[in-house]
């Protein structure tokens, strides 16, 4: 089933508006970016007032580009105001026209803010917890960009869809917590036990995505991914991982779906689906509170 089209749109503090511009925003449930130069008029006394992304340039061009994309197709969006720590969730509706909403500058407060706006609809707000869990993953950079990682979270949460307990349905942040908390909690002999984690789970790891000690005592290395078992993606990883094999290591390689358990070898290392796991852990009672957090229900 194809994920649904899901961006990220970040109000910080480049967009140089005033408080009550950005209480206007969240008001009206307006998404919306800030971009005052045209490319054939770089230093204006006034902001633009065109919609076309061919009138700008850089990340001018690109933002309203991808702007343009979201009003034509629709999709759903995770909005944040960097102004009161607000995240809003929402849709736009396809065929939607984009806006201009005047403003103030912060920056220079007798100036008007053009800004180029969607409007959400089927919005909720999240609670500062929720958004600690939903904006883990979210885009490092960019003003209005797609967000891939983010699977289909955003669309249940703004359909008031109910949560279904398949892993492909988290973030990929939330899978790989997901995979460590299973191994701290397994009493299987097929998969090894983690007794802690050595590095903090997830992106900023070189080659693995969860390094830490098993009850063993050996080292534990365990990348997680959602590419398919005869990917080239996934062939890569499994090479990168097995350079860690030599020294004794215990090597685990997640994918997708529900395969158990299998050692390899010629690999040195044990294969397994995400979904396997991901049911074995929602057996166990702290699996259950966890679900029960990341799922809101």
């Known amino acids: 089933m194809a994920q649904p089209v899901t961006y990220f749109v970040r109000h910080a503090s480049k967009l140089d508006i005033s408080d009550e511009t950005y209480q206007a925003l969240l008001d009206q449930h307006l998404i919306a970016i800030h971009f005052p130069h045209e490319k054939a008029n770089p230093v204006p006394k006034k902001d633009s007032v065109s919609t076309d992304p061919a009138d700008y340039e850089g990340t001018a061009h690109q933002n309203l580009k991808r702007m343009h994309m979201l009003a034509k197709n629709g999709g759903y969006v995770c909005a944040y105001y960097q102004f009161g720590r607000r995240c809003i969730l929402g849709k736009v509706k396809k065929g939607s026209n984009i806006s201009l909403t005047e403003g103030q500058w912060k920056s220079q407060p007798e100036r008007i803010a053009q800004l180029k706006t969607l409007e959400l609809e089927m919005h909720r707000e999240l609670t500062l917890e929720q958004q600690i869990a939903i904006l883990a993953g979210r885009p490092r950079q960019g003003t209005l960009v797609r967000w891939k990682a983010v699977g289909s979270q955003i669309q249940r949460l703004v359909d008031r869809l109910p949560a279904e307990k398949i892993a492909t349905n988290l973030s990929v942040s939330q899978q790989e917590v997901m995979v460590a908390e299973f191994l701290r909690q397994n009493v299987h002999d097929d998969l090894p036990r983690m007794q802690s984690l050595l590095m903090p789970v997830g992106r900023t790891l070189k080659d693995v995505d969860i390094f830490g000690l098993s009850k063993s005592g050996q080292k534990l290395l365990v990348q997680v991914t959602n590419s398919h078992w005869d990917s080239a993606d996934i062939k890569h990883k499994v090479r990168k991982l097995s350079y ?36 074995r852990f929602l057996e166990t009672e702290v699996g259950q509170v966890w679900w029960s957090s990341v799922s809101f229900s």
Do not use: C, R, W
Request: proline share 8%; net charge negative; glycine share 14%.
């Open 244 to 279: 860690y094999g030599a020294t004794g290591n215990q090597l685990i390689i997640v994918g997708p779906g529900s395969k158990p358990p299998e050692y390899k070898q010629d690999h040195q290392m044990i294969f397994v689906g995400m979904q396997y796991l991901m049911d």
